[in-house]
């Protein structure tokens, strides 16, 4: 007999919410507090979604998304979960970059930003006042339409090694390009610049463990292994029940982590929204996927700490987006993860990322696929001799993925891994609109994207579920 993993669930719950994304994780854990009964439903073995680790043979842990985030990470973890997450979460200071235009090394925030800008960059200190100013002062009301590009033509024209250093990093972060509404660089942008980098000491495991826990104590059902086939809705357009591994579990209202094309195209239905709101969902531009080489260290071996911990490297003479997203890879960014990283470990580990579109790898056959994932892993370690010479003889670990490895395990269109470009955000927030009851937190829009993004996003929603169930008659 296959196991029930929906063993003892109840009939009915006030939310259930789908998905254990950081999103996911954060609204099921408010909501719980404030008193309504909670199922949560994740279709992988482990909870986490995008924020998750995977173990391999000889006691090495690698960390997927756990490259940085900004210090606002540290509040919402103490407001919405626990001062014992929050207290776990460090600064990251050694950020470098590598690349032809410039070799630099940050603390990357604004002090140190505006440093660089002045002392090696030369542009005068009122612009790099006024610049950090204006993408501080962005937000969600300002107008849409300035793109990235032009924010930067505004205050550094002609400057593509000072667009470099100011976009890289988030175009790695998030695969947002200058096209994009500027608004969505100057939040990202400035949420990094308050304080700097920042990490989850203990990894992964530890952060989704406690979070885990958190969630047990607050009384929220949860369930793994269990993937919602359906959103059921009534014809009153009000959401009445989940269909789960084909077992029907009434509730008052749903919050979707998953990606919200799918949620509104596939797990409710078409035939439940309006025309135009159709229309503008299958429109939505799903952000950019990623790739990543994951290297363990034999036991004991490390490498220099001059490597710092993010490095931004590029072979590229210019600054070129489409370069940075292309399969051809001439960019990198290395995560260098010390012991330290999990207190008590004795394990060195190099995670290299680059963006790559989605396309490019699903058009492989399998053998093809196999054989591009190798090349990919044979130019990276060839890069990486520049860094740690030896790494070839130092090696006990090395394997790839690509955003066909992302989509399975989250199910994810495309194996997106940013979530959607900035239309998906209004798609999201007026989702219950069309459907009562009925909500979406999880990485869009580029700004409620990354581990803040997302846990925000979570909050945000929670407030918003909230209400809709303190109105008496709601359902
Ligand atoms: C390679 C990579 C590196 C990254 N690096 C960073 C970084 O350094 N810093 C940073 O801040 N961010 C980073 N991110 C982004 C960050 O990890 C994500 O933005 C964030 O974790 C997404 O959270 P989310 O709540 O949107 O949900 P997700 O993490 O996308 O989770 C959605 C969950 O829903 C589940 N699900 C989907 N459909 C169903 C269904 N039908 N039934 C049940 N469950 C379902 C999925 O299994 C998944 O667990 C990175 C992402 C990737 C892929």
């Not at 408010?30 to 986490?48: C, D, K, M, P, W």
């Not at 700097?196 to 826990?213: C, I, S």
Request: aromatic share 10%.
């Amino acid at each position: 007999m296959p196991r029930d993993f929906l063993k003892g669930t109840k009939d009915s719950y006030d939310v259930v919410v789908i998905g254990s994304g950081l999103a996911g994780l954060t609204s099921a854990n408010i909501l719980a507090r404030q008193g309504y009964s909670v199922l949560l439903l994740e279709h992988h073995y482990q909870l986490g979604g995008m924020a998750t680790w995977f173990r391999r043979a000889g006691g090495h842990i690698f960390d997927i998304s756990l490259h940085g985030f900004p210090f606002g990470m540290i509040k919402s973890c103490r407001k919405y979960w626990t001062q014992d997450i929050a207290d776990s979460i460090v600064q990251l200071k050694g950020i470098r970059f590598e690349n032809p235009q410039f070799s630099l090394r940050t603390t990357f925030n604004r002090d140190d930003f505006t440093r660089i800008l002045v002392e090696h960059f030369g542009i005068a200190p009122e612009t790099v006042v006024r610049f950090f100013d204006t993408a501080r002062g962005m937000n969600f009301y300002d107008e849409q339409t300035r793109t990235t590009r032009q924010l930067f033509e505004q205050f550094f024209p002609g400057r593509d090694d000072v667009v470099r250093m100011l976009m890289e990093p988030i175009t790695y972060a998030n695969g947002s390009t200058l096209e994009d509404p500027a608004i969505t660089y100057g939040i990202v942008f400035s949420n990094f610049m308050q304080k700097g980098v920042y990490t989850f000491q203990g990894g992964t495991d530890a952060l989704v463990g406690k979070m885990r826990e958190e969630l047990i104590r607050n009384g929220v059902d949860i369930r793994i292994r269990s993937l919602v086939e359906q959103i059921e809705v009534g014809p009153d357009r009000t959401v009445r029940a989940v269909v789960v591994n084909g077992k029907r579990i009434a509730c008052r209202s749903v919050v979707s982590n998953a990606n919200v094309k799918s949620t509104i195209l596939k797990m409710v239905g078409e035939q439940h929204f309006d025309r135009s709101f159709l229309e503008a969902t299958r429109a939505i531009r799903l952000n950019n996927s990623s790739c990543q080489v994951y290297m363990a260290l034999k036991p004991g071996e490390g490498f220099d700490e001059s490597c710092g911990d993010l490095l931004f490297h590029s072979e590229h003479r210019g600054f070129d987006i489409e370069a940075l997203l292309s399969r051809n890879v001439s960019s990198r960014t290395f995560s260098f993860y010390y012991p330290e990283t999990r207190p008590g470990s004795d394990r060195w580990l190099i995670v290299s990322s680059t963006n790559a579109n989605y396309r490019d790898w699903m058009e492989l056959s399998t053998e093809d696929y196999e054989l591009a994932k190798k090349e990919l892993i044979e130019s990276t370690l060839a890069c990486l001799e520049t860094y740690v010479p030896n790494i070839r003889s130092i090696l006990d670990h090395v394997e790839a993925a690509t955003p066909s490895t992302f989509e399975r395990y989250t199910k994810h269109l495309e194996g997106s891994s940013f979530g959607t470009k900035f239309e998906g955000l209004q798609i999201s927030r007026e989702l219950p609109q069309q459907i009562r009851g009925l909500y979406h937190a999880g990485s869009v829009g580029i700004i409620m994207s990354g581990w803040l993004g997302a846990v925000n996003y979570g909050v945000i929603v929670s407030n918003d579920v909230d209400k809709y169930l303190m109105v008496p008659g709601s359902v």
